[in-house]
């Protein structure tokens, strides 16, 4: 990796295969979710744009089956994986991962300022759900057990970090990923993001002082990206670059 990062607009399913045995140490993704089947239409309202679950065209068909050989084989045995999940997926999820993995967990991000709903018929949707993977011996990061609820609250992406253009439908909170990519990772270890998205994983991965793969299929997401992390501060690197040249 000339650079402490490398992204590909690309097809993860076929990018993938590119990467070499058990070079990655995390894969934090936020893969498709599937949720356009439960749409019940535009929700209007005067103050902001319209609702929909139809969130995009790329929230389609997506099995994490598909991408089990795949993660396993570019996995480190030390490595851990932690995927961003809708409830509709969490069941798929654990038949496929939970036989190969030593451990099955979620974790849950608790969104402080979720999408309103006005017609009282159920409950918000403030929760996320975060499926979390590892074998023994994978790469832990904390201190005493108390420092480790499988919760994080945090408010969803808004303010000069929401991208105006494009405007990603689920780009997710830096604050929330650096969280996750601190008691899962180590300095200078590979993260990847198979479904980057504009690159929020990235930004976070680089700014923890890591170093990042993203693949994202649609252009203009990836330009986004691109341009996101190249105003990442490169000095943020010197120490590890410096380390690595002396050893
Ligand atoms: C839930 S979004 C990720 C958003 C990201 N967390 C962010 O903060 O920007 C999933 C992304 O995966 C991309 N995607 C869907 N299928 C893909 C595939 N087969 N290969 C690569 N990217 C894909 C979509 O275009 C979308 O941007």
Known sequence: MEHNYEIFNADSSVQLKELEDNSVD???????????????????????SDINNDLAEWDKNFDPADFKNEFLRILKPTGNIFAFCSYNLIGRWHEVFDPIFDT???FVWHKTNPVPKFRKAGFLNSCELIVCMW??????????QNEMHN??????????????KPKHPTQKPVRLLKH????????????????????STGVAALEMERKFIGIEI??????????????IQPTLFSAINKNKANE
């Open 218 to 231: 649609d252009k203009e997401y990836f330009e986004a990206a691109r341009r996101r992390l190249s105003q």
């Open 26 to 48: 995390f894969i934090l993704t936020d893969p498709p979710y599937n949720l356009s089947k439960y749409s019940t239409g535009n929700m209007k309202f005067d103050w902001r």
């Open 104 to 106: 099955f967990q979620f």
């Open 180 to 199: 996750l990519i601190n008691i899962a990772s180590n300095k200078g270890d590979i993260v990847l993001d198979p479904f980057m998205g504009v690159a």
């Open 135 to 144: 074998n023994k011996g994978h790469t832990w990061n904390f201190g005493k």
């Open 151 to 164: 919760f994080f609250e945090s408010p969803i992406c808004m303010g000069p970090e929401r991208l105006k």
